[in-house]
């Protein structure tokens, strides 16, 4: 494709100068200041945005009103960026304010005749030393401006931008029509009417700039941005098996909004409607790192993880996995209807205004982690904590086993009991809710019909034994965990590694007599062993009776299997069951090889 190619030198003087002359530029350097929409077959804009120039500024540097006790972050943005560009106060509109670990932040916007520039914009960050540690600006000197006065009705400019970009303003959920600037790449300024417009059934969304003089469609903002994340993929367990670049992992079906949205315009932080990911009391989220919902931090591991962008490492990946857990776990019914987490429930039952609050390496405890699950229609709260047996020490929100044994704490207390999250209270129980956790972390992490043994917590530890007693295995001699095994366990954890790993020998069967599916993680519908398995899974939740024993839970996958396949799988599970004691008459921790007699 061909392009307009300007030279960075000469794109400086359309700001700043008072003529322009085109030149030829590598079609690279336009990365940063252009891009084409290919709207339809028919319609392909090319977008502008202004370069930034960028400085930090280390420790700091005074701004004007430093000595100021009572100048607020909003007018100490103004002072400084007035002092910076020569620019008059009047000029100059703060949009919105930020506080963040390491510094607070003001974004403000260029005005001309008192009518802001579309993509004219200016960022100040303040130490908490109350100086400025780094400005941003792509504010704009045009070599002429049109006339404030529009020309062109707006309700034109609707008609022409809805013809164009086929979809509707929809006048009762979008904010009202705006004038707005819009500086171009030529070194004028158009007037422009600016709107939504959105079509559904397309999963489109924009924001249209309608010349307010020629009516013509000159510019959008995409609200369907392909965001990407810089993350340990769920199908690993720690930084030991490396970070990857993901983009738009969400499920359309599961997160029809995406992961940033709860129905409205996407935030542009670690936060949507399923989930927030935080730090603090304050709750500082990580924001992008780019347009479009760019989250490519660098995890370094030399440093402590409270150090550089370790943190913002950390909630990105939080937020992805329990995204990924939110939108799995969806596809295989833990959804609005049965008291799954989410803000905005789309119109399907249950209780909103829930989603999971992510707090990463929370002050409250270490070496840990934490779930907490009230009834549907309250926030489910994760806690994820620091770890200091290595130096340095390592971060929980890395762990990826950890993240997923936490979230599913969510899942097993909301399908068990219709919501109530008071079913999973005796101790069995507890130890059943400590098993499935674990034994979902083994799901996620399973790459092929080679049922590799699991063991959890080697990244926290830098110990490749784990935290539990053996790793999870259909090998007895690697972990000879049986039902008996209950009668000398009084912990819930220790509890939970007796049923974790008979589901773990459950899972092994299925797959060893129907397969693996690789696209287990976003399509449920196939017959393969590891999506039969996460399908009894989660239908056995909803199933079992509050406070159930582990013969009882072994009872629910049965009926479930009954339930979903018509009992298909009901000799292999048996099978299964039976092979580490949790046969036809177990009971009392005593262990049974029994099965039926049709299984024989």
Not at 123 to 134: D, I, L, M, T
Not at 140 to 159: L, M, R, Y
Not at 456 to 470: A, C, E, I, S
């Amino acid at each position: 494709m061909q392009f307009s190619k300007f030279s960075s030198t000469v794109l400086l003087a359309v700001l700043y100068a008072t003529s322009v002359k085109a030149t030829p530029m590598p079609f690279a350097a336009k990365h940063a200041t252009h891009r084409v929409r290919e709207i339809s077959p028919d319609l392909r804009l090319e977008t502008y945005h202004p370069p930034s120039d960028y400085q930090t500024f280390g420790e700091g540097i005074d701004h004007p009103l430093r000595k100021r006790q009572d100048a607020s972050i909003e007018t100490a943005a103004v002072a400084f960026v007035e002092s910076q560009l020569g620019v008059k106060a009047e000029e100059v509109d703060v949009k919105s304010t930020a506080e963040t670990d390491g510094a607070d932040h003001a974004y403000v916007q260029q005005k001309l005749n008192g009518i802001p520039v579309a993509n004219a914009v200016a960022n100040v960050a303040f130490n908490k030393n109350n100086q400025v540690v780094s400005f941003g600006s792509s504010f704009v000197k045009p070599i002429k401006a049109a006339s404030p006065t529009a020309s062109v009705k707006v309700e034109d400019a609707i008609s022409t931008a809805e013809k164009k970009l086929n979809g509707k303003f929809l006048r009762e959920e979008f904010p009202a029509p705006t004038l707005e600037y819009l500086a171009k790449q030529d070194g004028t300024a158009a007037l422009t009417h600016v709107f939504q417009v959105r079509n559904e059934d397309a999963s489109t969304w924009y924001e249209a700039f309608v010349d307010a003089h020629t009516g013509e469609l000159v510019s959008i903002t995409d609200f369907t941005a392909h965001a990407s994340y810089r993350v340990i993929p769920i199908t690993s367990q720690s930084p030991n098996d490396g970070f990857k670049v993901l983009k738009d992992p969400y499920d359309k079906a599961a997160s029809p909004r995406g992961w940033h949205s709860t129905g409205g315009s996407p935030t542009s932080e670690t936060a949507g409607n399923n989930a927030i990911s935080f730090k603090g009391k304050k709750r500082n989220t990580t924001s992008q790192s780019g347009r479009d919902l760019q989250f490519i931090y660098e995890q370094d591991p030399s440093l402590e993880p409270t150090a550089g962008k370790n943190i913002d490492a950390a909630r990105v990946n939080a937020f992805y996995i329990v995204n990924t857990i939110h939108d799995i776990s969806y596809k295989y019914g833990f959804t609005e209807k049965t008291f799954n987490f989410q803000n905005n429930n789309f119109g399907h039952r249950g209780r909103g205004n829930d989603r999971v609050l992510i707090s990463i390496q929370d002050a409250e405890g270490m070496n840990n982690a934490r779930f907490a699950t009230p009834p549907d229609g309250q926030n489910g709260v994760m806690q994820m904590f620091l770890f200091d047996i290595t130096s340095p020490g390592r971060d929980g929100a890395l762990a990826n086993d950890i993240i997923a044994h936490e979230n599913t704490h969510g899942i097993t207390n909301r399908l068990t009991g219709g919501g109530t999250a008071r079913c999973l209270q005796t101790i069995e129980a507890g130890g059943l809710g400590e098993g499935w956790s674990d034994a979902f972390a083994a799901w996620t992490e399973q790459k092929s019909t080679t049922v590799n043994d699991f063991t959890t917590g080697t990244y926290v530890l830098n110990n490749t034994d784990g935290v539990r007693m053996y790793p999870y295995s259909t090998d007895p001699k690697t972990n000879p965990l049986r039902y008996s095994s209950l009668a000398e366990q009084a912990e819930v954890h220790d509890i939970g590694e007796v049923w974790a790993n008979l589901l773990h020998n459950v899972y092994a069967a299925l797959v060893k007599k129907h397969g693996f599916s690789k696209t287990a993680h976003t399509d449920p519908s196939g017959r393969e062993g590891n999506v039969v398995y996460l399908h009894l899974f989660i239908d056995a939740l909803s199933l079992q009776p509050c406070n159930p024993t582990i013969p009882q839970a072994r009872d629910a996958w049965i009926q479930a299997d009954v339930n979903r396949y018509h009992g298909a799988h009901k000799c292999t599970l048996w099978k299964a069951f039976a092979s580490r004691g949790l046969g036809l008459k177990a009971k009392k921790f005593r262990d049974d090889s029994t099965i039926p007699s049709e299984c024989r």
